[in-house]
């Protein structure tokens, strides 16, 4: 008979159980991402929410800053008092309620809706990453833990490129309230997915004993949670904006007490964890920049692809696409043009607009949040091949190099959308959908160099009694970096020459890019320190 530690070749059983578990979570967070903003904008008599552009990119970057804003609460729980496969069902089942409670066309229920989302990720997210971590401490695995994150990343984006035709298909033909009621069942698969094969986790799930000077779990909840509603609270009623809108200054100041608690932490560690700390502090503040130039693909790349792309389907296709509910149709009824068809032939050239009563059929909007998650898939075995080559000719980057290198990739792929602008001469007409996906495709790269190193980093460094709170940390450079996502989208509408809006993306990138090759001397001496690589 086998037992849980049982391997499957290089990696632990137990990783594909937590593939398949993330694999379905996934399918649930990003169908309601993908369509989140669509769903926003959309008129209240169409069953949309009838936001205004600004108040939409508001609402979704603090939706996007909380929901990894509140990891580093799970993580605690999870270190202190629950384990992590506890807070993990927690958190499934928060979610799933969550994405229920969207279906419903309220505007209270909206808002509660995303507030269990929130809390359900916060309490999912950074331990289900944390076991991730642990399977690989047994001596069998430890050298494959970068590529056994990169493999557990390609099920989150397995989920993330499936869930997107899911979303077109219920959404066209029976609503949003549809839509959102699939990814509730999508993570309630996972939720069972995860208690079935429990079994194969369970001796990674350890919580290590507090040491002395160790803060207590009420002190930290208490010096942490009450400051941070009272920084909320003071950002908010603060007269005027600093950061644009009221609720982008409620949630940075809110952010302040959190950051100060993980200075703390460094501060206050003994010798042994001190530069370990401040190595993944360094790498989280990098990390920052990364997640507000790529989680514009919910945002302004959405509004891109709504926009200013040219959607329109071969004639050959769209019998089949509206089978499938896959295509939107826009018809030229002149006078009495509905908006959605007005505003996407404003930049079509004449020749191809159709005659009066005519209609063309579009690639769902929503189809495009696929092309990241296909790149993904396509693109993790090719990756994690590329690295087990460079480790047998003894030459593979360390781990801090890798997310570096990313973040360089990342700052070409805004490039790519500089060209896009150039080609239709700053949104005059149409852009072809091999933009996009161009785009995509190289931003895709330099996420499967950073992503999954980040968590492996983590897992790595992280003293063992506070792996899931450093995880917090990790999503927490993660939350304040959506929402920053949100406030650079925001400030779409007020460029004139909107190529300058992705170089100024490019920038940022290539900032953070250099800041970590500055510090990458310091970083690969604190891993050997530890003997890690």
Not at 5 to 33: D, I, N, Q
Request: contains cysteine; proline residues 4%; aromatic residues 14%.
């Amino acid at each position: 008979m086998q037992t849980p530690s049982a391997s499957t070749g290089k990696h632990p059983k137990g990783l594909y159980v937590l593939f398949f578990t993330e694999m379905w979570e996934r399918f649930g967070y990003y169908l309601m991402l993908g369509i989140f903003s669509l769903y926003m904008l959309d008129s209240w008599d169409n069953g949309g929410m009838g936001f205004s552009a600004l108040k939409k990119s508001d609402i979704y970057g603090t939706y996007l800053g909380l929901v990894y804003l509140t990891p580093f609460l799970g993580g605690l729980l999870a270190d202190r008092i629950l384990g992590f496969r506890k807070s993990i069902l927690i958190g499934g089942l928060l979610m799933a309620s969550g994405y229920l409670t969207l279906a419903v066309h309220e505007v209270t229920t909206f808002y509660l809706g995303l507030l269990l989302i929130i809390l359900g990720n916060g309490m999912f997210k950074p331990n289900i990453s944390t076991l991730v971590g642990n399977l690989y401490n047994d001596d069998r695995y430890r050298d494959h833990k970068d590529a056994g994150f990169n493999i557990f990343y390609m099920g989150i984006n397995i989920g993330a490129f499936v869930c997107n035709f899911v979303a077109a298909y219920m959404q066209i033909n029976y609503g949003w309230g549809h839509a959102f009621a699939a990814a509730g069942v999508g993570m309630l698969i996972g939720v069972a997915i995860f208690v079935s094969g429990s079994g194969w986790v369970k001796h990674a799930d350890v919580i290590k004993p507090m040491q002395p000077g160790d803060m207590g779990t009420g002190k930290i909840l208490l010096s942490t949670l009450v400051p941070m509603f009272v920084f909320g609270l003071l950002g908010y009623l603060i007269p005027g904006n600093v950061l644009g809108t009221d609720t982008n200054d409620a949630f940075i100041f809110g952010c302040i007490p959190v950051v100060a608690f993980f200075i703390y932490l460094y501060i206050k560690a003994n010798a042994e964890d001190k530069r370990p700390i401040g190595a993944l502090l360094a790498v989280f503040g990098c990390l920052v920049i990364f997640w507000a130039v790529f989680h514009q693909n919910g945002d302004a790349l959405t509004v891109w692809a709504k926009d200013h792309t040219d959607r329109e389907m071969p004639q050959a296709l769209g019998k089949v696409a509206d089978d499938l509910g896959m295509a939107q149709t826009v018809t030229n009824a002149g006078a009495a043009m509905d908006e959605k068809s007005a505003h996407y032939f404003a930049s079509l050239p004449a020749d191809r607009i159709p005659a009066e009563g005519q209609s063309l059929k579009l690639y769902s909007t929503q189809l495009y949040q696929s092309i990241n998650p296909f790149w993904v898939v396509l693109l993790t075995p090719v990756i994690v091949g590329f690295w087990g080559w460079m480790r047998s000719r003894k030459r593979e980057p360390a781990t801090p190099t890798k997310i570096a290198i990313g973040l360089v990739i990342t700052a070409l792929s805004a490039l790519v959308m500089v060209g896009a602008v150039w080609a239709t001469n700053n949104l005059e007409t149409k852009a072809s959908s091999w933009w996009l996906i161009a785009s995509y495709g190289v931003v895709t790269v330099g996420e499967l160099c950073l992503s999954p190193m980040g968590l492996s980093l983590v897992s790595k460094l992280s003293p063992p009694r506070i792996t899931a709170l450093m995880m917090g940390g990790f999503f927490l450079s993660t939350s304040v970096g959506n929402k920053l996502s949100g406030m650079l989208s925001g400030l779409w509408e007020g460029f004139e020459d909107k190529s300058h809006f992705f170089l100024m993306n490019f920038v940022l990138a290539l900032a953070a890019a250099l800041m970590l090759f500055f510090l990458l001397r310091w970083l690969k001496a604190v891993m050997a320190e530890k003997n890690i690589h």
